[in-house]
């Protein structure tokens, strides 16, 4: 395992519904991240939390909503999905060194991901 | 677009053998990293080579770079079923989080 645990692993909604995706992180990293993985595609960053502060948002669509409450947990809330949403969301978190100090040699450590489907 | 290509999309070969994967990127990078999935998993990193390394070994693993070329390569030899995966290139460029290609499936066969 790579000490970064995702609930639920699969997930089904309707298009009216509203769920919550959980990611908790063991290694005492500072920064966490969300990415979508759909198939034939490259991996999708979403968000980005660099100690609970949300550093990137790469255009993603309101009913996705990010929650950060501290730098072990991030959560991804899900409302009023489309079925073009259906994918793998895949949690990672990592040890982000301070700028200007050492390089930047960000490994990311994924979870197991949750594979939602949207009816 | 700073994402990786990785070459050839679907790989298959036989035991032992060994298998070969290419990543292309476009602009001058930190450091380029290697990740494993199996089916419906996460990602694992495998290694990281920087910008400034042109081999590095881990286990069965052999990475080059080639920065003139802006590519990669990984090679996993001797090759066993249990590798079967798809394997992605990352890059690292500035202050950019990691940028995935699409990756290679790799299938070896008993």
């Known amino acids: 395992e790579t000490g970064v645990t995702q609930t639920p692993r699969h997930l089904v909604m309707g298009m009216t519904n509203k769920k919550s995706l959980k990611c908790e992180q063991h290694l005492g990293h500072n920064a966490m991240y969300w990415y979508k993985q759909s198939a034939k595609k490259p991996l999708e960053l979403m968000f980005v939390y660099n100690f609970k502060e949300q550093t990137e948002n790469n255009s993603v669509p309101s009913r996705f909503s990010p929650e950060c409450p501290n730098s072990s947990h991030l959560f991804l809330h899900l409302h009023t999905l489309q079925p073009e949403d259906s994918a793998l969301y895949l949690c990672a978190s990592s040890q982000e060194p301070i700028q200007g100090l050492i390089l930047f040699e960000e490994k990311l450590f994924f979870g197991s991901g949750t594979q939602l489907s949207v009816l | 677009s700073q994402q990786g290509e990785e070459d050839p999309q679907a790989l298959s070969i036989q035991e032992g053998e060994n298998a070969t994967m290419n990543c292309s990127y476009k602009?001058?990078?930190?450091?380029l990293q290697w990740y494993r999935q199996n089916s419906g998993r996460g990602l694992v990193h495998l290694i990281l080579i920087r910008s400034n390394e042109r081999e590095k070994h881990s286990g069965r693993l052999r990475v080059t770079l080639d920065t003139s070329k802006k590519s990669s390569s990984l090679l996993i030899t001797a090759s066993r079923a249990a590798d079967t995966a798809s394997y992605f290139c990352?890059?690292?460029?500035?202050?950019?989080?990691?940028?995935f290609g699409k990756g290679t499936m790799l299938l070896v066969s008993p």
């Open positions: 990352a890059t690292e460029a500035g202050y950019s989080t990691l940028t």
């Open positions: 602009t001058s990078i930190n450091n």
